[in-house]
Protein backbone atom coordinates (compact mmCIF):
# COMPACT_ATOMS: atom_id res chain seq x y z
CA UNK A 1 0.00 0.00 0.00
CA UNK A 2 2.79 2.51 0.79
CA UNK A 3 4.26 1.67 -2.89
CA UNK A 4 0.83 2.86 -3.95
CA UNK A 5 0.31 5.87 -2.24
CA UNK A 6 3.69 7.27 -2.94
CA UNK A 7 2.60 7.15 -6.24
CA UNK A 8 -0.68 8.21 -5.90
CA UNK A 9 -0.40 11.14 -3.78
CA UNK A 10 2.84 13.60 -5.64
CA UNK A 11 0.58 12.95 -8.49
CA UNK A 12 -2.26 14.38 -6.85
CA UNK A 13 -0.94 17.75 -5.42
CA UNK A 14 1.13 18.60 -8.34
CA UNK A 15 -2.14 18.45 -10.40
CA UNK A 16 -5.15 20.03 -8.20
CA UNK A 17 -8.62 18.90 -9.39
CA UNK A 18 -11.21 21.02 -10.28
CA UNK A 19 -12.95 21.00 -6.62
CA UNK A 20 -9.42 21.97 -5.61
CA UNK A 21 -9.50 25.02 -7.81
CA UNK A 22 -12.79 26.10 -7.63
CA UNK A 23 -12.76 26.23 -3.31
CA UNK A 24 -9.55 28.36 -3.95
CA UNK A 25 -11.83 30.96 -6.20
CA UNK A 26 -14.62 30.65 -3.77
CA UNK A 27 -12.41 32.08 -0.74
CA UNK A 28 -10.63 35.26 -2.77
CA UNK A 29 -13.88 36.10 -4.17
CA UNK A 30 -15.15 37.44 -1.23
CA UNK A 31 -12.24 39.35 -0.77
CA UNK A 32 -13.43 41.94 -3.54
CA UNK A 33 -16.70 43.26 -1.72
CA UNK A 34 -13.85 44.88 0.59
CA UNK A 35 -11.79 46.23 -1.91
CA UNK A 36 -14.46 47.53 -3.98
CA UNK A 37 -15.76 49.20 -0.57
CA UNK A 38 -12.89 51.00 0.08
CA UNK A 39 -12.84 52.30 -3.71
CA UNK A 40 -14.16 56.07 -3.87
CA UNK A 41 -17.08 57.03 -5.79
CA UNK A 42 -16.42 58.28 -9.12
CA UNK A 43 -15.74 61.93 -8.91
CA UNK A 44 -15.02 62.11 -5.38
CA UNK A 45 -11.59 63.60 -5.79
CA UNK A 46 -11.13 65.97 -8.99
CA UNK A 47 -14.75 65.79 -9.33
CA UNK A 48 -14.14 65.23 -13.27
CA UNK A 49 -14.55 61.48 -12.48
CA UNK A 50 -11.03 60.96 -13.89
CA UNK A 51 -9.05 57.54 -13.06
CA UNK A 52 -5.82 57.44 -11.64
CA UNK A 53 -3.04 57.03 -14.50
CA UNK A 54 -1.22 54.41 -12.92
CA UNK A 55 -3.47 51.66 -13.21
CA UNK A 56 -4.73 53.48 -16.51
CA UNK A 57 -1.36 52.10 -17.96
CA UNK A 58 -0.67 48.83 -18.30
CA UNK A 59 -2.90 47.69 -15.10
CA UNK A 60 -3.91 44.03 -14.40
CA UNK A 61 -7.71 43.36 -14.05
CA UNK A 62 -6.78 41.93 -10.52
CA UNK A 63 -5.51 44.94 -9.90
CA UNK A 64 -8.24 47.07 -11.14
CA UNK A 65 -9.70 49.71 -8.94
CA UNK A 66 -6.87 48.86 -6.05
CA UNK A 67 -5.80 52.96 -5.29
CA UNK A 68 -4.29 52.10 -1.73
CA UNK A 69 -1.24 50.27 -0.15
CA UNK A 70 -3.53 48.40 1.99
CA UNK A 71 -5.24 46.78 -0.89
CA UNK A 72 -2.34 45.62 -2.70
CA UNK A 73 -0.64 44.08 0.05
CA UNK A 74 -3.52 42.26 0.85
CA UNK A 75 -4.03 40.80 -2.66
CA UNK A 76 -0.40 40.29 -2.75
CA UNK A 77 -0.55 37.86 0.33
CA UNK A 78 -3.73 35.85 -0.85
CA UNK A 79 -1.46 35.15 -4.13
CA UNK A 80 1.11 33.87 -2.13
CA UNK A 81 -1.29 31.48 -0.48
CA UNK A 82 -2.57 30.28 -3.61
CA UNK A 83 1.34 29.67 -4.45
CA UNK A 84 2.13 27.45 -1.81
CA UNK A 85 -1.25 25.70 -2.09
CA UNK A 86 0.09 24.54 -5.62
CA UNK A 87 3.31 23.33 -4.57
CA UNK A 88 3.77 19.57 -4.54
CA UNK A 89 3.41 18.05 -1.42
CA UNK A 90 6.98 17.36 0.06
CA UNK A 91 8.22 13.33 0.12
CA UNK A 92 8.07 13.68 4.42
CA UNK A 93 4.33 14.83 4.33
CA UNK A 94 3.36 11.70 1.92
CA UNK A 95 5.70 9.35 4.90
CA UNK A 96 3.96 10.87 7.91
CA UNK A 97 -0.03 10.52 5.77
CA UNK A 98 0.60 7.33 5.14
CA UNK A 99 2.09 6.22 8.77
CA UNK A 100 -1.25 7.53 10.28
CA UNK A 101 -3.60 5.50 7.60
CA UNK A 102 -5.09 2.13 9.15
CA UNK A 103 -3.42 -0.93 7.43
CA UNK A 104 -0.67 1.59 5.76
CA UNK A 105 1.97 -2.25 5.94
CA UNK A 106 -0.48 -3.86 3.46
CA UNK A 107 0.48 -4.75 0.23
CA UNK A 108 -2.32 -3.70 -2.08
CA UNK A 109 -0.97 -5.31 -4.96
CA UNK A 110 -0.39 -8.45 -3.38
CA UNK A 111 -3.82 -8.36 -2.50
CA UNK A 112 -5.17 -7.49 -5.64
CA UNK A 113 -2.97 -10.23 -7.08
CA UNK A 114 -4.38 -12.88 -4.97
CA UNK A 115 -8.02 -11.70 -5.37
CA UNK A 116 -7.75 -11.75 -9.37
CA UNK A 117 -6.38 -15.44 -9.54
CA UNK A 118 -8.69 -16.32 -7.16
CA UNK A 119 -11.83 -15.13 -9.72
CA UNK A 120 -9.55 -16.87 -12.23
CA UNK A 121 -9.86 -19.99 -10.41
CA UNK A 122 -13.87 -20.23 -9.63
CA UNK A 123 -14.25 -19.07 -13.34
CA UNK A 124 -12.63 -22.38 -14.49
CA UNK A 125 -14.74 -24.12 -12.28
CA UNK A 126 -17.80 -22.82 -13.24
CA UNK A 127 -16.38 -23.96 -17.10
CA UNK A 128 -15.36 -27.50 -16.20
CA UNK A 129 -18.90 -27.92 -14.50
CA UNK A 130 -21.00 -26.00 -16.41
CA UNK A 131 -21.67 -29.01 -18.92
CA UNK A 132 -21.72 -31.67 -15.84
CA UNK A 133 -24.16 -29.99 -13.90
CA UNK A 134 -27.21 -30.51 -16.11
CA UNK A 135 -26.51 -34.00 -17.33
CA UNK A 136 -26.34 -34.81 -13.41
CA UNK A 137 -29.18 -33.10 -13.09
CA UNK A 138 -30.85 -35.32 -15.36
CA UNK A 139 -29.55 -38.38 -14.26
CA UNK A 140 -31.42 -38.03 -10.95
CA UNK A 141 -34.43 -37.20 -12.72
CA UNK A 142 -34.42 -40.15 -14.88
CA UNK A 143 -33.50 -42.44 -12.01
CA UNK A 144 -36.40 -40.64 -9.95
CA UNK A 145 -38.98 -41.36 -12.90
CA UNK A 146 -37.72 -44.88 -13.35
CA UNK A 147 -38.67 -45.67 -9.64
CA UNK A 148 -42.11 -44.38 -9.73
CA UNK A 149 -42.91 -45.62 -13.50
CA UNK A 150 -46.31 -48.04 -14.02
CA UNK A 151 -45.39 -51.73 -13.16
CA UNK A 152 -48.48 -52.75 -11.93
CA UNK A 153 -52.28 -52.60 -13.89
CA UNK A 154 -55.70 -53.52 -13.25
CA UNK A 155 -56.77 -55.29 -16.24
CA UNK A 156 -59.96 -56.29 -18.25
CA UNK A 157 -59.00 -59.20 -19.82
CA UNK A 158 -60.15 -59.78 -23.84
CA UNK A 159 -61.78 -63.72 -24.25
CA UNK A 160 -63.85 -63.29 -27.19
CA UNK A 161 -62.33 -65.42 -29.67
CA UNK A 162 -64.17 -63.64 -32.37
CA UNK A 163 -62.70 -60.36 -31.04
CA UNK A 164 -58.97 -61.92 -30.80
CA UNK A 165 -59.00 -63.30 -34.36
CA UNK A 166 -60.01 -60.52 -36.53
CA UNK A 167 -57.20 -58.46 -34.61
CA UNK A 168 -54.96 -61.44 -35.52
CA UNK A 169 -56.51 -61.21 -38.82
CA UNK A 170 -55.41 -57.49 -39.06
CA UNK A 171 -51.86 -58.39 -37.57
CA UNK A 172 -51.53 -60.40 -40.71
CA UNK A 173 -52.39 -57.96 -42.75
CA UNK A 174 -49.95 -55.45 -41.58
CA UNK A 175 -47.16 -57.32 -41.26
CA UNK A 176 -47.63 -58.87 -45.05
CA UNK A 177 -47.20 -55.11 -46.06
CA UNK A 178 -44.23 -54.28 -43.33
CA UNK A 179 -42.61 -57.76 -42.21
CA UNK A 180 -40.42 -55.48 -39.64
CA UNK A 181 -43.83 -54.61 -37.66
CA UNK A 182 -44.04 -58.14 -36.47
CA UNK A 183 -41.70 -57.63 -33.77
CA UNK A 184 -44.30 -55.07 -32.62
CA UNK A 185 -47.49 -57.21 -32.65
CA UNK A 186 -48.88 -58.00 -29.31
CA UNK A 187 -49.74 -61.55 -28.46
CA UNK A 188 -53.27 -62.84 -28.53
CA UNK A 189 -53.59 -63.97 -25.03
CA UNK A 190 -52.15 -60.52 -24.15
CA UNK A 191 -54.96 -58.27 -25.43
CA UNK A 192 -56.75 -56.53 -22.45
CA UNK A 193 -58.07 -52.91 -21.74
CA UNK A 194 -55.96 -51.01 -19.16
CA UNK A 195 -58.48 -49.83 -16.00
CA UNK A 196 -55.68 -48.38 -13.98
CA UNK A 197 -52.01 -47.83 -13.62
CA UNK A 198 -50.34 -48.03 -10.32
CA UNK A 199 -46.27 -48.68 -8.67
CA UNK A 200 -45.99 -51.32 -6.20
CA UNK A 201 -42.66 -50.77 -4.83
CA UNK A 202 -42.96 -53.54 -2.19
CA UNK A 203 -44.47 -57.11 -1.05
CA UNK A 204 -46.50 -54.69 1.20
CA UNK A 205 -48.16 -52.44 -1.25
CA UNK A 206 -48.65 -54.90 -3.56
CA UNK A 207 -51.24 -56.84 -0.74
CA UNK A 208 -52.76 -53.35 -0.11
CA UNK A 209 -53.44 -53.61 -4.10
CA UNK A 210 -54.97 -56.81 -3.61
CA UNK A 211 -57.15 -56.13 -0.61
CA UNK A 212 -58.51 -52.86 -2.48
CA UNK A 213 -59.17 -54.78 -5.34
CA UNK A 214 -60.74 -56.97 -3.58
CA UNK A 215 -62.77 -54.16 -1.83
CA UNK A 216 -63.96 -52.62 -4.74
CA UNK A 217 -66.14 -55.35 -6.00
CA UNK A 218 -68.83 -54.44 -4.59
CA UNK A 219 -68.45 -51.12 -6.20
CA UNK A 220 -68.78 -52.25 -9.33
CA UNK A 221 -71.50 -54.43 -8.91
CA UNK A 222 -73.40 -51.52 -7.94
CA UNK A 223 -72.92 -49.65 -10.84
CA UNK A 224 -73.61 -52.66 -12.95
CA UNK A 225 -76.92 -53.30 -11.23
CA UNK A 226 -77.01 -57.08 -11.68
CA UNK A 227 -76.83 -56.14 -15.80
CA UNK A 228 -74.40 -57.37 -18.11
CA UNK A 229 -72.17 -55.00 -19.55
CA UNK A 230 -71.48 -55.52 -23.44
CA UNK A 231 -68.18 -53.33 -24.61
CA UNK A 232 -68.43 -52.89 -28.44
CA UNK A 233 -64.87 -52.64 -29.90
CA UNK A 234 -64.98 -51.07 -33.00
CA UNK A 235 -62.27 -49.38 -35.73
CA UNK A 236 -58.91 -48.55 -35.54
CA UNK A 237 -56.58 -45.62 -34.26
CA UNK A 238 -53.31 -44.57 -33.07
CA UNK A 239 -51.40 -42.74 -30.44
CA UNK A 240 -48.61 -40.74 -32.46
CA UNK A 241 -48.16 -43.09 -34.61
CA UNK A 242 -46.46 -45.40 -32.10
CA UNK A 243 -49.70 -47.48 -30.62
CA UNK A 244 -51.88 -49.20 -32.67
CA UNK A 245 -55.32 -50.01 -30.74
CA UNK A 246 -58.83 -50.79 -31.28
CA UNK A 247 -61.37 -48.35 -29.83
CA UNK A 248 -64.20 -48.77 -28.03
CA UNK A 249 -67.78 -47.46 -29.15
CA UNK A 250 -69.46 -44.44 -27.59
CA UNK A 251 -72.10 -45.62 -25.65
CA UNK A 252 -73.74 -45.43 -22.67
CA UNK A 253 -71.80 -49.32 -21.55
CA UNK A 254 -68.40 -47.05 -22.20
CA UNK A 255 -69.52 -44.38 -19.97
CA UNK A 256 -70.40 -47.28 -17.28
CA UNK A 257 -66.96 -48.38 -17.89
CA UNK A 258 -65.28 -44.94 -16.92
CA UNK A 259 -67.36 -44.79 -13.60
CA UNK A 260 -65.66 -48.31 -13.12
CA UNK A 261 -62.37 -46.88 -13.59
CA UNK A 262 -62.48 -43.75 -11.50
CA UNK A 263 -64.23 -45.79 -8.76
CA UNK A 264 -60.85 -48.05 -8.80
CA UNK A 265 -59.00 -45.10 -8.79
CA UNK A 266 -60.55 -43.45 -4.96
CA UNK A 267 -60.41 -47.05 -3.46
CA UNK A 268 -57.01 -47.75 -4.39
CA UNK A 269 -55.91 -43.98 -3.02
CA UNK A 270 -57.62 -44.82 0.00
CA UNK A 271 -55.41 -47.47 0.54
CA UNK A 272 -52.65 -45.42 -0.04
CA UNK A 273 -51.76 -46.55 -3.24
CA UNK A 274 -50.12 -43.89 -5.88
CA UNK A 275 -52.82 -45.03 -8.84
CA UNK A 276 -53.74 -43.41 -11.84
CA UNK A 277 -52.17 -39.84 -11.10
CA UNK A 278 -52.05 -37.34 -13.65
CA UNK A 279 -53.42 -40.10 -16.79
CA UNK A 280 -56.99 -39.52 -18.09
CA UNK A 281 -58.68 -42.94 -18.56
CA UNK A 282 -59.43 -43.33 -22.03
CA UNK A 283 -60.09 -47.29 -23.08
CA UNK A 284 -58.43 -48.65 -25.34
CA UNK A 285 -57.53 -52.37 -27.25
CA UNK A 286 -53.44 -52.27 -27.65
CA UNK A 287 -52.78 -54.67 -30.38
CA UNK A 288 -49.51 -53.25 -31.68
CA UNK A 289 -47.12 -50.99 -30.59
CA UNK A 290 -43.11 -50.01 -31.43
CA UNK A 291 -42.03 -50.13 -27.88
CA UNK A 292 -42.13 -54.09 -27.58
CA UNK A 293 -38.90 -53.84 -29.66
CA UNK A 294 -35.94 -51.00 -28.66
CA UNK A 295 -33.94 -52.49 -31.99
CA UNK A 296 -37.28 -51.85 -33.98
CA UNK A 297 -37.77 -48.36 -32.44
CA UNK A 298 -34.39 -47.16 -34.36
CA UNK A 299 -35.15 -48.50 -37.31
CA UNK A 300 -38.93 -47.51 -37.69
CA UNK A 301 -39.46 -44.28 -36.28
CA UNK A 302 -43.44 -44.02 -37.22
CA UNK A 303 -46.10 -46.61 -38.17
CA UNK A 304 -47.55 -45.62 -41.16
CA UNK A 305 -51.19 -45.48 -40.91
CA UNK A 306 -51.86 -46.51 -44.50
CA UNK A 307 -51.19 -49.96 -43.45
CA UNK A 308 -54.51 -50.35 -41.61
CA UNK A 309 -56.46 -48.11 -43.33
CA UNK A 310 -58.81 -51.06 -45.08
CA UNK A 311 -59.56 -51.56 -41.21
CA UNK A 312 -60.43 -48.41 -39.61
CA UNK A 313 -64.06 -49.02 -39.26
CA UNK A 314 -64.08 -52.85 -38.96
CA UNK A 315 -66.17 -53.65 -36.37
CA UNK A 316 -64.90 -56.28 -33.85
CA UNK A 317 -67.45 -57.73 -31.43
CA UNK A 318 -68.20 -57.61 -28.16
CA UNK A 319 -67.06 -58.83 -24.50
CA UNK A 320 -69.16 -58.60 -21.49
CA UNK A 321 -67.15 -57.66 -18.95
CA UNK A 322 -66.45 -60.63 -16.33
CA UNK A 323 -63.41 -60.12 -14.34
CA UNK A 324 -61.12 -57.64 -13.63
CA UNK A 325 -57.41 -58.54 -12.53
CA UNK A 326 -54.04 -57.12 -10.53
CA UNK A 327 -51.54 -57.87 -13.25
CA UNK A 328 -47.72 -57.38 -13.10
CA UNK A 329 -45.42 -55.75 -16.42
CA UNK A 330 -42.96 -57.41 -15.13
CA UNK A 331 -42.81 -60.78 -14.25
CA UNK A 332 -43.34 -63.97 -16.22
CA UNK A 333 -46.38 -63.83 -18.54
CA UNK A 334 -48.39 -67.12 -18.13
CA UNK A 335 -47.85 -69.65 -20.53
CA UNK A 336 -51.15 -68.32 -22.47
CA UNK A 337 -49.48 -65.15 -23.18
CA UNK A 338 -51.23 -63.36 -20.19
CA UNK A 339 -49.68 -61.47 -17.57
CA UNK A 340 -48.77 -62.72 -14.11
CA UNK A 341 -51.68 -62.11 -11.97
CA UNK A 342 -51.44 -61.50 -8.31
CA UNK A 343 -55.67 -61.34 -8.01
CA UNK A 344 -58.75 -61.66 -9.51
CA UNK A 345 -62.14 -60.61 -9.19
CA UNK A 346 -64.89 -62.27 -10.96
CA UNK A 347 -68.65 -59.68 -11.80
CA UNK A 348 -72.00 -60.92 -12.22
CA UNK A 349 -71.50 -64.18 -10.01
CA UNK A 350 -74.76 -64.94 -7.17
CA UNK A 351 -74.02 -65.15 -3.97
CA UNK A 352 -75.03 -69.06 -2.75
CA UNK A 353 -77.10 -67.82 -0.10
CA UNK A 354 -79.20 -65.94 -2.29
CA UNK A 355 -80.43 -68.22 -4.51
CA UNK A 356 -83.02 -67.06 -7.26
CA UNK A 357 -86.75 -68.53 -8.24
CA UNK A 358 -85.06 -70.65 -11.13
CA UNK A 359 -82.53 -72.38 -9.03
CA UNK A 360 -85.38 -73.44 -6.32
CA UNK A 361 -87.35 -74.27 -8.70
CA UNK A 362 -84.89 -77.05 -10.43
CA UNK A 363 -84.03 -77.60 -6.95
CA UNK A 364 -86.99 -79.21 -6.09
CA UNK A 365 -87.46 -80.98 -8.96
CA UNK A 366 -84.68 -82.76 -8.83
CA UNK A 367 -85.61 -84.09 -5.31
CA UNK A 368 -88.83 -85.02 -6.31
CA UNK A 369 -87.80 -86.91 -9.25
CA UNK A 370 -84.65 -88.26 -7.38
CA UNK A 371 -86.96 -89.53 -4.31
CA UNK A 372 -89.84 -90.94 -7.01
CA UNK A 373 -87.24 -92.92 -8.80
CA UNK A 374 -85.95 -94.42 -5.24
CA UNK A 375 -89.83 -95.64 -4.62
CA UNK A 376 -90.43 -97.03 -7.94
CA UNK A 377 -86.66 -99.29 -7.60
CA UNK A 378 -87.87 -100.24 -4.39
CA UNK A 379 -91.08 -101.50 -5.43
CA UNK A 380 -89.59 -103.39 -8.05
CA UNK A 381 -86.79 -105.22 -5.86
CA UNK A 382 -90.26 -105.82 -2.76
CA UNK A 383 -91.99 -107.64 -5.62
CA UNK A 384 -89.25 -109.57 -7.35
CA UNK A 385 -88.68 -111.45 -4.14
CA UNK A 386 -92.11 -112.27 -3.21
CA UNK A 387 -93.13 -113.77 -6.94
CA UNK A 388 -89.99 -116.77 -6.17
CA UNK A 389 -89.78 -119.59 -3.62
CA UNK A 390 -87.70 -120.32 -0.80
CA UNK A 391 -85.71 -122.80 -3.37
CA UNK A 392 -85.63 -120.01 -6.00
CA UNK A 393 -88.10 -121.45 -8.23
CA UNK A 394 -90.81 -119.07 -9.79
CA UNK A 395 -94.23 -119.32 -7.88
CA UNK A 396 -97.09 -121.09 -9.60
CA UNK A 397 -99.81 -118.90 -10.42
CA UNK A 398 -102.38 -120.23 -8.07
CA UNK A 399 -99.97 -120.12 -5.69
CA UNK A 400 -99.47 -117.22 -5.99
CA UNK A 401 -102.79 -115.90 -6.35
CA UNK A 402 -103.65 -117.48 -3.11
CA UNK A 403 -100.87 -116.12 -0.86
CA UNK A 404 -102.10 -112.68 -2.15
CA UNK A 405 -105.55 -113.00 -0.72
CA UNK A 406 -104.29 -114.79 2.45
CA UNK A 407 -101.88 -111.26 2.93
CA UNK A 408 -105.31 -109.22 1.54
CA UNK A 409 -106.59 -110.95 4.62
CA UNK A 410 -104.02 -110.13 7.45
CA UNK A 411 -103.64 -106.87 6.25
CA UNK A 412 -107.69 -106.30 7.15
CA UNK A 413 -107.46 -108.28 10.31
CA UNK A 414 -105.00 -105.22 11.79
Given at each position: MQRLLRRLLPALSSAPPAAACALRARQAVPALPRFMALRPAAGAEGGDGAADPTCAAGATPQCDGLETAQQKKTFEKSEEEAAERRQPCPAELVQALMAEMPFGDTDIEEELIVHASSERDTKKRKKR????????????????????Q???????????????????????????????????????????????????????????????????????EDLLQ????????????????????????????????????????????????????????????????LSKSPQLRKEVKKIDSRLYEEFKSLCFGEEVLHRLDLC????????????????????????????????????????????????????LEETQSKSRQPDGSPVRGEEAASGARTEEGTDGSK
Open positions: TAGKEPEEGAERVRKKKKQTPNYFISLPITNPEITGRIQAVQDAITQKDQRLSKAMVRAGSFHVTMLLMHLATEEEINLAVGALSDSKDFVGKPLDLSFEGIDHFSNAVGFVKLADNDHTAVLKEIAETLKKVFQEKGIVAGEGRAFYPHLTFMKSMLKKKQPNGYYYCESSIVLGEKHAAEPDEAELLSLSKRLVESAVLKAVQQY
